[in-house]
């Protein structure tokens, strides 16, 4: 057509042009085309390169995960050393009472971080990096050299460009002929100017110069025309597999954002870390000086029994029945102990079962059935039997231990009382049958 004519047209004109304005310089300079162009030769490369590189991006977020890893051990690590150390420096000062077991719950908040730290590290290590492994493996088949989807990228580009690089490449030889007859053409016009040669000799390199240069623009003109009518065919065949290269690329980003939204998810301290800091911080709440105080007073100080004689003789502690004249706790039989119904706060308990076909309460050792106190925190009990805990939340003390009531009893006819035990400092529940309010000497 006219149009497509007058495309064709349109180099060798520009050319002749230029040389005409005596601009031989930019005619030599080659082609006008940006470099990187995905359509010019070999710059399909970026796109293959672009394959090898996403394989590498996987082993690399691998060893960002890796390197992750290794800060998260060491943190748990420092973590649990730090809880060690102080742990035993606590127990050197003998802190005592509702302030001791504050100190071990900052303690115990440490060993609680330590845990969530090495399970992100586990996570790290197991369940991402093997997922990335996983789909590393699948989509980056190796080859000889290269990977399978880089090997076949590049055959196909390179079997697309193979008869356009042909065409381009008689063009750019046609060219370079016609530059230089154009040349010659300048040279000898340049000499007669200057009357440096014979005029007859250079009249005749200008009249075949210009007959060669009319030739290769036919030339030319052919090529261009050719290379044009195969242009759509080029364009098709380079778009098949770009578009293929750009389907694996976007399988590629979005498994990243899967793997990393995954990788937010794993790694996910927050419940964690909230939960240690609300356990310090129930510890911490339940600091009560005067408890602490009384505490002391009673194991250390005025609060202990006064050391009096006996008839015989003997010094016991006031209020106690010297040894002879005790009654052996195991010929007591302890009472049964009530089924357990405390809940701890911050505890939701499964569906209740239905109801037994007698009310929960304290039996005292006469068999006889107690209704159970209300106590407030601070009340001392003394343990009236022995008793061995069946769950978690359960004390074991042995007969005449002593404790400090640290809540109010929740639950009156359960007969659970939560306290802290005097000899090991530990928190827990007891039966409320089992023991009994200690009577406060007086003077």
């Known amino acids: 057509s006219p149009q497509r004519t007058a495309r064709a047209d349109a180099p060798t004109r520009i050319i002749s042009q230029r040389m005409a304005d005596g601009d031989t310089a930019s005619v030599a300079s080659g082609d006008d085309v940006p470099e990187g162009n995905f359509w010019d030769i070999d710059s399909y490369k970026v796109v293959t390169r672009r394959i090898t590189r996403g394989a590498k991006l996987c082993d690399e977020l691998v060893k960002a995960w890796q390197e992750r890893a290794i800060i998260e051990k060491a943190y748990a690590q420092n973590l649990s050393k730090w809880a060690e150390r102080w742990e035993e420096k606590i127990d050197k000062v003998k802190e005592y009472g509702t302030l001791r077991d504050a100190w071990g719950g900052m303690i115990n908040e440490a060993r609680l971080l330590a845990n969530v730290h090495i399970n992100v590290k586990e996570k790290l290590e197991n369940e ?31 079997k697309a460009q193979l008869p ?29 100017q200057s009357g440096t040669g014979e005029t007859d000799k250079n009249q005749s390199v200008i009249q075949k110069s210009e007959l060669e240069i009319r030739k290769l623009q036919e030339k030319l003109k052919e090529r261009v025309g050719e290379m044009l009518r195969y242009k759509n065919v080029y364009r098709q065949e380079m778009t098949v597999e770009f578009d293929r290269c750009q389907e694996e690329e976007r399988e590629r980003i979005n498994f990243f954002s899967q793997i990393l ?8 301290i927050t419940q964690g870390v909230q939960s240690a800091r609300e356990a310090t ?40 029945v ?3 004249e005790a009654v052996s706790p195991s010929l007591i039989a302890p009472p049964p102990v009530a089924p357990l119904t405390f809940v701890p706060p911050a505890y939701v308990p499964p569906a209740a079962e239905p109801a037994a076909a007698t009310t929960p309460t304290a039996v005292a050792a006469t068999g006889e059935a107690a209704p159970c106190v209300r106590l407030q925190p601070g009340v001392r009990l003394r343990a009236m039997y022995d008793y061995t805990g069946q769950k978690a939340d359960e004390l074991t003390f042995d007969f005449d231990d002593q404790f400090v009531t640290v809540l109010q009893t929740p639950d009156v006819e359960s007969c659970w009382i939560k306290v802290r035990a005097d000899l090991t400092g530990v928190i827990g529940l007891v039966p409320g049958n089992y023991v009994e309010v200690e009577e406060q000497s007086t003077t």
């Open 128 to 158: 991402l990096q093997n997922d990335v492994e996983t789909w590393k493996k699948a989509h980056y088949q190796k080859s000889f050299v290269h990977f399978k989807s880089h090997k076949r990228a590049s055959t196909a580009f390179k």
């Open 261 to 268: 939204q995954s990788f937010c998810s794993k790694t996910d």
């Open 322 to 324: 010297p040894p002879s």
């Open 164 to 192: 356009w690089a042909k065409r381009k490449e008689k063009i750019t030889k046609e060219r370079n002929a016609m530059l230089k007859h154009m040349e010659a053409v300048q040279q000898a016009k340049q000499r007669i």
């Open 281 to 320: 911080l129930n510890r911490v709440r339940g600091i009560n000086a005067q408890v602490d105080l009384d505490h002391f007073s009673r194991d250390h100080g005025v609060g202990m029994p006064m050391i009096v004689p006996t008839i015989t003789g003997m010094f016991v502690a006031e209020n106690n």
